[in-house]
Nanobody
Framework: QVQLVESGGGLVQPGGSLRLSCAAS????????MAWYRQAPGNQRELVAM???????NEKDSEKGRFTISRDVAKNVVFLQIDSLEREDTAVYYC?????????WGRGTQVTVSS
């Protein structure tokens, strides 16, 4: 049974940082491409960051450098570091694993940015 379990969300003040984690089980983690998406109320789900099975990354707004995705292959975990949080970052953040026709989602973790 495939499971993606997110953690690390919460309430944080603007300008703060969070590190989200996604623990994967039931998949050959090493070969999967992993990603973080987010969905704010009333908005479509959007891609925040992706890390391929080769380790190549692609992050939203890379010129600002606020999002950093990484993975620990030994522990089957993918991380999303978010710095300089803005109110607009408030959303449910979802972990995604995909390889070929296989595509799996976690249940999400809420991130709320508010003072």
């Amino acid at each position: 049974q495939v499971q993606l379990v997110e953690s690390g969300g919460g309430l944080v003040q603007p300008g703060g940082s969070l590190r989200l984690s996604c623990a994967a089980s039931g998949i050959s983690f090493r070969i999967y491409n992993m990603a973080w998406y987010r969905q704010a109320p009333g908005n479509q789900r959007e891609l925040v960051a992706m890390i391929g099975n080769t380790g190549i990354t692609n992050e939203k707004d890379s010129e600002k450098g606020r999002f950093t995705i990484s993975r620990d292959v030994a522990k089957n975990v993918v991380f999303l570091q978010i710095d300089s949080l803005e109110r607009e970052d408030t959303a449910v953040y979802y972990c995604n694993a995909h390889y070929g026709v296989n595509n799996y989602w976690g249940r999400g973790t809420q991130v709320t940015v508010s003072s």
